[in-house]
């Protein structure tokens, strides 16, 4: 099994400088008048930084001591303020602040907003998206503070700014994304196979620790810690082992497995079939049972559409799959890119199939990426009628040329 080419480190650092650079010049003067801000602030503490930090700064960034950023729409172009000892290596102008200086960096903060009057300043705060969440209560009290009541008054919530700013893909970043889902799913064609399965020895455990080797070994952090389930027929001898944890012939495998690259976040749920003696394909009723999930992925995928929020869409795609008869539909899916769960619509969960207020109001817009996950539920006749299971989960993305996965989608059964 072979994985697609990683950059060296050096390399993807420039990848990111250069994406982020490109990103200030093209997407943060958009959003910021799209959602009527012409000023904005990211501010934080070392080691406990804003969320948003770390999508405003270079690959090799050290932040030592308080960060504190102000972005300004002067009419022309935005101005990228760093007021703090960060190296932004070239992405912003050098630092306004030195330690040694006479003021200290909020005496200098109140003068750049005293000197360009912002009308609207948004600060992190908000009750909804957590990634929109970053400024705490202290900083916020300090900064209130140190600009004074009638700047403090111009403070409101720069949630949909955040958004907007979080989940906006330039068209390179997604030829970026395709990169990462071809080293996604060529690491689960390398679990999901015989060079780490050993029917009756391998455990689940065993391959959660393989995916995580394997993600250390190419130097890719983890999206999340990896997970592997297995469904086997219960109408069948069973095996000795009786908490299910070692993989056997016949069984079926799931995965739910992601990994960071190029800060793109990678989150996909594939199945496996573990062949008995014979066998040259799993089960045809396992076959449409992962089938039926793959019609369900249509009619969500379908209904995606600019301008509507995620509970509009999962509404529309659960009527839509009920009225074509699909077996035990359930939708589940989010917004995908720097963040695995975060910021933009939320499209059902697994224990809720109504609308979800908050997350759920959330609208989708262009160059967006997204998970397609979702679940079907599927008897299965060689199993002697036993209700199974299909979870899949796939990366997509909405442009101008509408939805498509990215680096495809899983139709057939990985065969062990």
């Not at 959003?31 to 270079?58: Q, S, Y």
């Not at 960060?86 to 750049?112: A, I």
């Not at 190419?218 to 908490?243: E, H, I, T, V, W």
Request: net charge negative.
């Amino acid at each position: 099994m072979s994985i697609p080419t990683i950059l060296p480190v050096r390399q993807q650092a420039r990848f990111v400088n250069a994406t982020l650079a490109r990103r200030f010049e093209q997407i943060l003067p958009t959003v910021m008048r799209e959602t009527g801000f012409d000023a904005w602030l990211v501010i934080g503490h070392e080691d406990n930084h804003d969320p948003v930090f770390k999508t405003i700064t270079p690959y090799e960034v050290w932040a030592p001591i308080l960060q504190v950023v102000l972005f300004f729409d002067n009419g022309t172009e935005i101005e990228r303020i760093n007021i703090s000892r960060t190296n932004m290596r070239g992405l912003m102008p050098p630092s306004t602040w030195q330690p040694l200086d006479d003021k200290d960096q909020w005496q200098l903060l109140r003068e750049m907003l005293d000197q360009r009057q912002p009308r609207r300043i948004g600060i992190n705060t908000s009750e909804v998206i957590w990634a929109a969440d970053g400024l705490t209560a202290t900083l916020r009290d300090k900064l209130f503070a140190s600009i004074g009541p009638e700047l403090s008054s111009r403070c409101v919530s720069a949630e949909p700014l955040v958004i907007r700013w979080l989940e906006t893909r330039l068209d390179e970043e997604f030829e970026l994304y395709e990169h990462a889902c071809q080293i996604a799913h060529a690491m689960m064609r390398q679990i999901f196979s015989r060079d780490t399965i050993t029917p009756g020895v391998t455990t689940l455990e065993d391959l959660e620790w393989a995916y995580t080797q394997l993600a250390r070994d190419l130097g890719l952090p983890l999206s999340f810690k990896p997970f592997y389930r297995l469904y086997r027929n219960d109408n069948a001898p069973q095996p000795s082992d009786p908490d299910k944890l070692v993989i056997h012939a016949g069984d079926m495998l799931h995965c739910d497995v992601g990994v960071e690259y190029l800060r793109l976040i990678t989150d996909h749920q594939e199945l496996a079939y573990v062949l008995r003696p014979g066998e040259t394909a799993a089960p045809e009723g396992l076959r449409r049972g992962l089938a039926e999930s793959n019609r369900l992925q249509d009619v969500f995928t379908s209904n995606w559409q600019c301008g509507l929020t995620g509970n509009a869409i999962l509404e529309c795609s659960l009527a839509q799959a009920h009225a074509e008869g699909i077996s035990n539909p359930r939708i589940y899916s989010h917004s995908l890119s720097h963040f695995l769960h975060e910021p933009g619509p939320l499209m059902g969960l697994p224990w809720q199939q109504t609308a979800i207020a908050g997350r759920g109001d959330v609208v989708m817009h262009e160059n967006t990426a997204y998970t397609v996950e979702l679940r079907t539920d599927v008897e299965v006749p060689e199993w002697g009628g036993q209700l199974v299971p299909f979870m899949l989960e796939q990366d997509a993305a909405i442009t101008r040329a509408g939805v498509h996965y990215i680096d495809g989608r899983q139709t057939e059964f990985h065969l062990v």
